[in-house]
């Protein structure tokens, strides 16, 4: 039975400082909800396990003993929602208002709403890319040809990003950024927790896609904010990695929601021409920093 308004995960992975700024913050400014917070910590070997265990030990402490990554950890914190709503948050974002208040409020006032997400903004109150179209077939192929690393401005990518909207309006959206994504808990039966054939990165736009396809929309809440500084856990493992587990998720979308063809064909271009590239790519940079 969901007896609370909120299930709360947050997955840690040696982030102590940005983790304690974060939990103040939704103790702060969340007053008139009921809620439950899971931290899932990946093995960190800083200070996170014992900040949480001394200053917040309401908070339910999941220890994992190596590093699982976001959607297994998300998961194992989600599995035991006792919320009405599961949001999932990244340590490195902290709330100046009762914005989780707000999107509750917001998805009480409409049932059809099945996610919902804030305005994200960074830290010099610029805004974030919260809040997109899908991905299609062809942004796949701009992405894996590099097209978008390379030509920022590109139409197919402005069209699924929305560069030019502020993100100032409460609009219906395709996806959400998975930094801050509140979701009804009653959809877990039908949709699913999150796939953990993602280990992170576009994890969160499958499940938008799952969501939406049971009929239920998503919307950008902009009356809601919060500051993100943005990968500070993933920055811990290296630019190189991070690019490696971007793409694999990515040829893992496709599979999944465009079929083996799409998929192998993406995968061919990723292997004979997006790796090489990129290595040239680093071997200059390298070249021009020494």
Same mark, same amino acid.
């Given at each position: 039975?969901?007896?609370?308004?909120?299930?709360?995960?947050?997955?840690?992975?040696?982030?102590?400082?940005? =983790?304690?700024k974060?939990?103040?913050?939704?103790? /702060?400014? &969340?007053?008139?909800?009921?809620?439950?917070?899971?931290? !899932?910590?990946?093995?960190?070997?800083?200070?996170? +396990?014992?900040? !949480?265990?001394?200053k917040?030990?309401?908070? %339910? =402490?999941i220890?994992?003993?190596?590093?699982?990554?976001?959607?297994?950890? &998300?998961? /194992?914190?989600? #599995?035991q929602?006792?919320?009405?709503?599961?949001?999932?948050?990244?340590?490195?974002?902290?709330?100046?208002?009762?914005?989780?208040?707000? +999107?509750?409020n917001?998805?009480? $006032?409409?049932?059809?709403?099945?996610?919902?997400?804030?305005?994200?903004?960074?830290?010099?109150?610029? !805004?974030?890319?919260?809040?997109? @179209?899908?991905?299609?077939?062809?942004?796949?192929?701009?992405? !894996?040809?590099?097209?978008?690393?390379?030509?920022?401005?590109?139409?197919?990518?402005?069209?699924?990003?929305?560069?030019?909207? %502020?993100?100032? @309006?409460?609009?219906?959206?395709?996806?959400?950024?998975?930094?801050?994504?509140?979701?009804? #808990?009653?959809?877990?039966?039908?949709?699913?927790? =999150?796939?953990?054939?993602?280990? +992170?990165?576009?994890?969160?736009?499958?499940?938008?896609?799952?969501?939406?396809? @049971?009929?239920?929309?998503?919307?950008?809440?902009?009356?809601?904010?919060?500051?993100?500084?943005?990968?500070?856990?993933?920055d811990? &493992?290296?630019?190189?990695?991070?690019? $490696?587990?971007?793409?694999?998720?990515?040829?893992?979308?496709?599979?999944? &929601?465009?079929?083996?063809?799409?998929?192998?064909?993406?995968?061919?271009?990723?292997?004979?021409?997006?790796?090489?590239?990129?290595?040239?790519?680093?071997?200059?940079?390298?070249?021009?920093?020494?």
């Amino acid at each position: 039975m969901k007896n609370l308004d909120l299930t709360i995960s947050i997955v840690n992975f040696n982030t102590s400082n940005l =983790l304690e700024k974060c939990l103040i913050s939704i103790y /702060q400014h &969340h007053k008139k909800i009921s809620f439950e917070i899971f931290v !899932v910590d990946n093995a960190s070997t800083d200070s996170s +396990i014992a900040m !949480v265990q001394e200053k917040f030990p309401m908070v %339910n =402490l999941i220890r994992n003993d190596q590093n699982l990554f976001f959607t297994k950890a &998300h998961n /194992q914190a989600l #599995s035991q929602a006792q919320g009405r709503y599961s949001v999932i948050l990244n340590p490195d974002l902290y709330f100046e208002d009762n914005a989780l208040e707000k +999107i509750i409020n917001f998805m009480d $006032k409409n049932n059809s709403i099945g996610a919902a997400g804030p305005r994200i903004l960074n830290l010099d109150g610029s !805004v974030q890319g919260s809040g997109d @179209q899908l991905p299609s077939f062809l942004y796949g192929l701009f992405e !894996v040809f590099l097209i978008n690393t390379i030509w920022k401005t590109n139409p197919i990518r402005s069209n699924r990003i929305r560069p030019d909207w %502020n993100r100032d @309006q409460t609009e219906s959206v395709e996806s959400l950024s998975g930094a801050c994504m509140l979701v009804r #808990s009653s959809l877990f039966k039908d949709i699913g927790l =999150l796939d953990e054939r993602f280990l +992170i990165y576009w994890e969160e736009t499958d499940w938008c896609k799952r969501i939406l396809e @049971q009929g239920y929309k998503i919307y950008l809440f902009s009356e809601a904010k919060l500051y993100h500084l943005g990968s500070a856990g993933m920055d811990l &493992h290296g630019k190189e990695k991070k690019e $490696k587990i971007f793409f694999n998720s990515m040829l893992k979308y496709y599979k999944k &929601h465009y079929g083996f063809l799409v998929y192998a064909l993406f995968n061919l271009i990723y292997l004979f021409y997006n790796v090489p590239i990129l290595k040239i790519i680093r071997k200059i940079k390298g070249w021009i920093r020494s």
